[in-house]
């Protein structure tokens, strides 16, 4: 069972951007944290930004606060993320995800989220 799909994905110069989108699939699903977290070859997932129910609310790294934008669409079940100013060091294996949980004490930790999608790959060149 297919629980999220993302895109948008793509290969970029340093300083470029890009728009990563999420779909969930709304069976069974009654979410409140969604996030995007990436992974790095050899490095561990780690959280990018997340983004209470009904959007009022989010949460950056500080890696990538005042460069990356994070939004939601509770009515369409999506998930965006627009990533600006783009790093080398951004290069990563991007993931939404959807929690049961509320993000205010939870969404740096990535086993409280259930939900997950396969990936979408964002490669920066310098």
């Known amino acids: 069972q297919v629980q999220a799909v993302e895109s948008g994905g793509g290969s970029v110069q340093t300083g470029g951007s890009l728009r990563l989108s999420c779909i969930f699939s709304t069976y069974g699903m009654n979410t409140y944290c969604r996030a995007w977290f990436r992974q790095a070859p050899g490095k561990a997932r780690e959280v990018v930004a997340a983004i209470e129910r009904g959007g009022t609310t989010t949460y950056y790294s500080t890696s990538v606060e005042y460069r990356f934008t994070i939004s939601r669409d509770d009515r369409n079940n999506t998930l965006a993320l627009q990533m600006n100013n783009l790093k080398p060091e951004d290069g990563a294996m991007y993931y939404c995800?959807?929690?049961?949980?509320?993000?205010?004490?939870?969404?740096?930790?990535?086993?409280?989220?259930?939900?997950w999608g396969q990936g979408t790959q964002v490669i920066v060149s310098s």
């Open positions: 995800a959807a929690s049961v949980h509320k993000c205010w004490n939870t969404w740096t930790r990535s086993e409280t989220f259930s939900y």
